[in-house]
């Protein structure tokens, strides 16, 4: 069965994030920040921090269990130097009555071989 990916691409879990949260490097920042975005849809902790850069990483990282991530745009995906780059991306969510939006600037950069996620500005 054809199960679609979190992230909303038109590629199945198994072939998109699933393929990262199984240990696949992302090849760039985008395809980490779409497997990041799938993470917290999933309440995939454990994800969220191996991709989390070690001196920025929230410890412990708890999620709120109300809060359920309701779709993902991408909006610019820009190299920023041979290991770095900046994804601006709007996420929606929804918890009990209330809706919101997150409109984000997150930086990214390489390391060994795949990609971890460092902050962001929140726009
Ligand atoms: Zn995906």
Same mark, same amino acid.
């Given at each position: 069965? #054809?199960?679609?990916?979190?992230?909303?691409?038109?590629?199945?879990?198994?072939?998109?994030? +699933?393929?990262?949260?199984?240990?696949?490097?992302? @090849?760039? !920042?985008?395809?980490?920040? =779409?497997?990041?975005?799938?993470?917290? =849809?999933?309440?995939?902790?454990?994800?969220?921090? @191996?991709?989390? !850069?070690?001196?920025? =990483?929230?410890?412990?990282?708890?999620?709120?269990?109300?809060?359920?991530?309701?779709?993902? @745009?991408?909006?610019?995906?820009?190299?920023?130097?041979?290991?770095? !780059?900046? *994804?601006?991306?709007?996420?929606?969510? /929804?918890?009990?009555?209330? @809706?919101? /939006?997150?409109?984000?600037?997150?930086? #990214? =950069?390489?390391? +060994?071989?795949?990609? *971890?996620?460092?902050?962001?500005?929140?726009?």
């Amino acid at each position: 069965m #054809f199960e679609p990916c979190d992230c909303g691409s038109d590629l199945s879990y198994v072939a998109c994030c +699933g393929r990262l949260h199984a240990g696949t490097p992302a @090849k760039d !920042a985008e395809e980490l920040m =779409r497997s990041r975005y799938s993470a917290y =849809r999933r309440g995939n902790v454990a994800y969220l921090m @191996k991709s989390w !850069a070690a001196e920025t =990483r929230p410890v412990p990282l708890s999620l709120d269990p109300t809060q359920e991530w309701t779709g993902l @745009k991408i909006h610019r995906h820009t190299p920023s130097g041979p290991d770095t !780059a900046t *994804v601006k991306f709007t996420a929606t969510w /929804r918890s009990g009555q209330k @809706k919101g /939006r997150l409109t984000e600037t997150s930086r #990214f =950069r390489r390391e +060994g071989d795949g990609w *971890v996620y460092i902050d962001g500005i929140v726009a």
